[in-house]
């Protein structure tokens, strides 16, 4: 099984609400990331789990909270959103070596923040 | 400042021909140099891996370049379909943490 799930595909949520985005593998993979892509744009690194413990943070607002709670789920928790943070959010997984090693991409969740 | 061009407009080939894309950078030492193909909507494919000490990568129809001195990288999809019409991606591997950074990508439309 070489694939990355995310759910919802789809998400529409208010300023004030709170929302869970979700991202599941099989591939064995200890290294789960998180990624924002605007349209037209490319995808922007958020988090890097490693072993089920975050690794990167690249700085991103705390209304953004990750969670690895296993070696296969990844979750990204949403609080308090701005409607500049639509976008599609993308997860991916692989081996984590440092460097030189693919990344497998979900299908992404596109938000709307309204 | 650090950046990573890609062909800023999208290219227009016909079927049958070698589609070739650029990737430059500045400011950067990648150690690996990857490149993805994301189609609308969906997320990006990995394609091919080069090395810094590799010149070279083959794959079926595509080819990788990898030109440390001039902080370049080419790819070149031979034979070209429709089918091979998405936006395509580089990606410098820092080697940190297995960080990527990418570009903007290239859109490639193949014409029958």
């Known amino acids: 099984d070489t694939e990355v799930t995310q759910t919802p595909k789809h998400l529409v949520m208010g300023m004030t609400n709170k929302k869970s985005l979700k991202c599941e593998q099989h591939?064995?993979?200890?290294?789960m990331y998180w990624y924002k892509q605007k349209a037209k744009k490319p995808p922007e690194l958020m988090f890097v789990?490693?072993?089920?413990?975050?690794?990167i943070n690249e700085s991103v607002p705390s209304r953004f909270s990750p969670e690895c709670p296993n070696s296969s789920l990844l979750n990204l928790h949403l609080h308090a959103l701005q409607p500049e943070d639509s976008a599609l959010y993308l997860c991916?997984?692989?081996?984590?070596?440092?460097?030189?090693?693919?990344?497998?991409f979900g299908p992404g969740t596109r938000l709307t923040v309204t | 400042s650090q950046k990573i061009e890609q062909n800023s407009e999208a290219l227009n080939i016909q079927e049958g021909k070698t589609a070739t894309l650029t990737c430059n950078y500045t400011?950067?030492?990648?150690?690996?140099l990857q490149w993805y193909r994301q189609d609308p909507g969906r997320g990006p494919v990995f394609l091919l891996l080069?090395?810094?000490?590799?010149k070279e990568k083959r794959k079926e129809r595509l080819k990788v370049t990898f030109d440390t001195t001039l902080k370049q990288s080419l790819f070149h999809i031979t034979a070209s379909q429709p089918a091979d019409s998405a936006t395509y991606l580089c990606?410098?591997?820092?080697?940190?943490?297995?960080?990527?950074?990418f570009g903007a990508g290239t859109i490639l439309r193949v014409k029958s």
């Open positions: 591939m064995g993979h200890r290294a």
């Open positions: 990606a410098l591997d820092l080697r940190r943490g297995n960080k990527l950074v």
């Open positions: 400011n950067y030492s990648p150690a690996y």
């Open positions: 991916a997984s692989s081996q984590p070596r440092t460097g030189g090693i693919e990344q497998y």
């Open positions: 789990y490693s072993y089920e413990k975050l690794s």
């Open positions: 080069i090395r810094e000490n590799e």
